[in-house]
């Protein structure tokens, strides 16, 4: 028997469980603003030396290459750790939606019974008494 404190404490923790996740989605796109600024940074470093390099400098043309790599791997970075975490922001939500309509279905089924086992005898046997007629219609 599952009493209405029991419910209520378990959609309770579901509902700390949602706010969590929140609160971590938060984060993680915290993370991926700063990723994005250190991209942005890393740009205009590569702007800068790309103008050196017009200017005629062979021997920064290495350090230029390895800077655009960084930027090449970190704008793949980013790409690949937003897309990771949208997909998880969709399973967790997919996740919350299938949890909650477990509970409201839960609920709903304990709401009936208790409602049942609640009765008083008249309508117990109005109930009986309506079920006799049908029979009989």
Not at 12 to 22: N, P, T
Not at 120 to 136: A, F, G, P, T, V
């Amino acid at each position: 028997v599952v009493t209405r404190d029991d419910v209520e404490e378990s959609l309770k923790a579901k509902w700390q469980y949602v706010k969590d996740q929140e609160q971590l989605l938060k984060d993680l796109h915290s993370q991926i603003e700063e990723t994005g600024q250190r991209l942005s940074e890393k740009q205009s470093e590569r702007d800068y030396w790309l103008e050196y390099k017009n200017v005629g400098s062979e021997a920064q043309a290495n350090r230029i290459m390895n800077l655009e790599k960084d930027i090449k791997e970190l704008k793949d970075d980013l790409h690949s750790t937003a897309e990771y975490y949208i997909n998880a922001l969709k399973a967790m939500k997919e996740e919350n939606d299938r949890l909650l309509e477990g509970h409201m279905k839960l609920i709903k089924e304990q709401a009936c019974e208790n409602a049942v086992r609640y009765l008083d005898k008249n309508s117990c046997r109005e109930i009986e008494e309506n079920e006799w007629l049908k029979e009989e219609v």
